[in-house]
């Protein structure tokens, strides 16, 4: 017939010979045309939906989402400058603000808490046996070594293992205290080989403590996990002192595990069954 029309606005023909409006080509995204008989599409300043008829000026903090050709909000974890594109908050930041147009709301993670990818809107806590503390944001933690420990989450610092514990592998969460019978003085162990036997007139609980005999008791051996351990003096013998390792004669009469010698006056004498002068 007589009839001949315009492709619509937002698509365009560069064919002859077309019989309908829907044999013109859509404009692509980021493309318009907002005239009829268009035979190619203008770009776009910003941005435009697929066979657009005008461009699409997103806000500021906003982004032009391509797959659903709509302005949508900034979400959190990012930020959006220009109305157009979305930036991610790098990884060892984070960002809780949504609608955000700087680069400004990333903020670091703070010290025991890490990001490892872009686009955070939480750091996580490091978990135990692990800490962070980076200056420039975390993206991972870092694992205890050995001799250290982290006991909780969220840690910023590893701590040494005190006296009378050790750790022997690294990314402890406790540290493994000394048996008893052995003790250690040395912070920061990572062998149990530094747990030393108890010495002799000495018995150890375990970890750190080391406690002498007690007075009237000693002992020759190694090792001893209590007092119980030590050997009573024998009658006429004597251990005026904790820690001792023998029993010292008695120029008079002691009782069984005496710490001191009993001396009885003349005329009465020493019963070593009931240990007092009659």
């Known amino acids: 017939g007589s009839q001949i029309d315009g492709c619509p606005s937002g698509r365009y023909g560069q064919s002859t010979g077309l019989t309908s409006s829907a044999d013109c080509s859509a404009c692509g995204t980021g493309t318009y045309t907002s005239t009829t008989g268009s035979t190619i599409c203008t770009a776009c ?40 594109t979305l930036v991610k908050c790098n990884r060892g930041r984070y960002s ?36 962070s503390q980076s200056p420039t944001g975390a ?19 590893c701590q040494q293992c005190e ?8 990314g402890s969460s406790l540290c493994t205290t000394c048996d008893a019978g052995k003790y250690s003085t040395t912070t920061g162990a990572s062998l149990a080989s530094t747990c030393s036997p ?16 007690p007075s009237g008791r000693f002992s020759q051996s190694t090792n001893l996990t209590s007092s119980a351990n030590c050997t009573s003096c024998a009658i006429g013998t004597y251990a005026s002192t904790t820690g001792s390792t023998s029993c010292t004669a008695c120029p008079t009469v002691t009782s069984t595990g005496s710490s001191t ?18």
């Open 45 to 84: 300043p910003t941005a435009s939906m697929t066979g657009s008829s005008i461009c699409i000026t997103c806000t500021v903090g906003q982004y032009f989402n391509t797959s659903s050709s709509v302005c949508q909000t900034c979400t959190a974890g990012s930020y959006c400058p220009d109305g157009v």
């Open 96 to 131: 809780n603000t949504t609608g955000a147009s700087s680069s400004s709301v990333c903020e670091l993670c703070v010290y025991g808490k890490y990001s490892p990818s872009n686009g955070a809107s939480v750091c996580i806590a490091c978990l135990a046996g692990e800490f």
């Open 139 to 157: 993206s991972v933690c870092t694992v205890c070594s050995e001799g250290e420990y982290s006991s909780s989450t969220g840690s910023s610092i």
């Open 163 to 170: 006296g009378g514990k050790y750790s022997t592998v690294t």
């Open 198 to 213: 108890c010495t002799s007139g000495s018995y150890c609980s375990g970890g750190s403590q080391i406690d002498g005999c």
């Open 261 to 278: 010698c009993i001396t009885c006056t003349v005329g009465q004498y020493f019963n070593t069954s009931s240990s007092v002068c009659q």
